[in-house]
């Protein structure tokens, strides 16, 4: 079993940054895959960022390719996702997520790869 535990969120101006953290337990991430994705009111949860185990290969979604960096501490078990040029469309909860399926070990842009899930932390980009 692994628990994952977000904080972070908040509210920032168009233009601002943000740091969501996701702490770990349970397992540790040499053994488990990490994601990102985020839900908007009103629409279906998609994808954000996914890291492979090795923290070497990311994958983003295009909507934030070059404003988010998805990485890992491996000596406190915790993922973040640093948020730069926040925009108002980046407005949603967003949940770290966690497969240890050893064929998702190169990371998974999939809603159903991941078997772990953390309770979403909200953030909302407005003036």
């Known amino acids: 079993q692994v628990q994952l535990v977000e904080s972070g969120g908040g509210r920032v101006q168009p233009g601002g940054s943000m740091r969501l953290s996701c702490a770990a337990s349970g397992r540790t991430f040499s053994s488990i895959t990490m994601g990102w994705f985020r839900q908007a009111p009103g629409k279906e949860r998609e994808f954000v960022a996914t890291?492979?185990?090795?923290?070497?290969?990311?994958t983003y979604a295009d909507s934030v390719k070059g404003r988010f960096t998805i990485s890992v501490d491996i000596t406190n078990n915790t993922a973040y996702l640093q948020m730069n040029s926040l925009k108002p469309e980046d407005t949603a909860v967003y949940y770290c997520?966690?497969?240890?399926?050893?064929?998702?070990?190169?990371?998974?842009?999939?809603?159903?790869?991941?078997?772990?899930w953390g309770q979403g932390t909200p953030v909302t980009v407005s003036s």
């Open positions: 890291i492979s185990r090795s923290g070497i290969s990311t």
């Open positions: 997520a966690a497969t240890d399926s050893w064929y998702l070990r190169r990371g998974s842009s999939r809603n159903h790869d991941y078997n772990y």
